[in-house]
């Protein structure tokens, strides 16, 4: 069987299975296979697939159809312009959690006309290093493209899922950022409240967050892939979705130093409910829409 043909019955077979973006998955499916880019795939259509490859291949292009992510067949996403390793056990990665990484590389930004409580300003000033947590870190994407962005930065990231902490730590070591980021099977931000093991780590200039927020009553809406494959403490937030929201933004307050920032991934339609719950102590709130016009993320300096 040559490239042309395997990719021909791999994109049927997913077609026929009602996969979403089919052709793109049987693509990436092949190039995975063949250890091979998309360009060289289209180059080379009659070049000859040897049965150990098709095998593997159409091995995988079955669990596809099954429900398996892409993602967790190949082992990887991008996000932030960069690979991260995935696998069952760990959410992939999302475009639109990108929205938070942007949200919070313009609130360390130095303001044109800088103010006294200018966080960043202030820490160039002083030259002190910028101090910065992740929770439900996952991937650690946000950790690590954060990380990547800010050099002076140190960071935490906590989460729950020992899966999930295994591959955060991998996507780490392999950005050569293990020295930088200090991982905590944790909940929320209870490692830093005083009497925490790390609680000489706060008070931070960032906290970044998606945290879990699907409500139950919409999980059974949810696509397959999600619902059946990405772990459910990920996905689920009690019956209004919106159960992580509350501890974490008074445990934020408590954390967070004067002028620091919070930064909240939400899902459709929270943004004005997430916000009622920064109370008095927060100011600048503001709601930043993703790609497809969502209000996506919700983020507020600590006053
Ligand atoms: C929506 S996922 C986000 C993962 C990753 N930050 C991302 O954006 O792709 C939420 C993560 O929070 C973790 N989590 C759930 N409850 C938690 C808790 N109480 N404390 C810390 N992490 C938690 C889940 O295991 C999951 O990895």
Avoid at 46 to 54: F, L
Avoid at 255 to 283: F, I, K
Wanted: a negative charge.
């Amino acid at each position: 069987m040559n490239v042309r043909t395997a990719l021909q019955h791999a994109v049927a077979q997913l077609e026929t299975a009602r996969v979403p973006s089919h052709g793109l998955a049987a693509e990436l499916l092949l190039q995975h296979a063949l250890e091979r880019d998309r360009a060289w795939i289209y180059g080379h259509p009659e070049e000859e697939v040897t049965e150990s490859a098709a095998e593997y291949f159409f091995r995988m292009v079955e669990k596809r159809a099954g429900g398996t992510p892409t993602q967790y067949l190949t082992g990887k996403q991008e996000f932030w312009g960069i690979e991260f390793s995935v696998g069952p056990g760990v959410l992939i990665p999302r475009p639109e959690t990108e929205h938070v990484v942007e949200v919070a590389l313009e609130r360390l930004k130095p303001k044109r006309q800088p103010q006294k409580s200018d966080l960043s300003l202030r820490r160039e000033r002083v030259g002190r290093t910028l101090r910065i947590v992740d929770v439900g870190t996952g991937s650690a994407c946000l950790a690590v493209a954060l990380a990547r962005e800010v050099p002076q930065a140190r960071l935490w990231a906590t989460e729950i899922s020992r899966a999930a902490l295994a591959i955060a730590w991998h996507n780490a070591v392999r950005y050569d950022l293990e020295d930088r980021i200090d991982f905590f099977e944790a909940s929320l931000l209870t490692p830093f409240l005083i009497g925490g093991e790390a609680e000489n780590a706060a008070p931070f200039d960032l906290i970044v967050s998606n945290p879990p927020y699907v409500a139950l009553s919409e999980f059974e809406d949810l696509p397959r892939e999600l619902r059946e494959h990405e772990p459910r403490e990920a996905l689920l937030a009690g019956e209004t979705g919106l159960e992580f929201y509350r501890p974490l933004i008074r445990q934020a307050e408590k954390v967070l130093a004067p002028a620091g920032a919070l930064v909240l991934e939400v899902g459709s339609g929270q943004a004005p409910e997430v916000r009622a719950l920064l109370g008095l102590g927060w100011c600048d709130i503001s709601v930043t829409n993703d790609l497809a016009g969502v209000q996506r993320v919700v983020s507020a300096v600590r006053e």
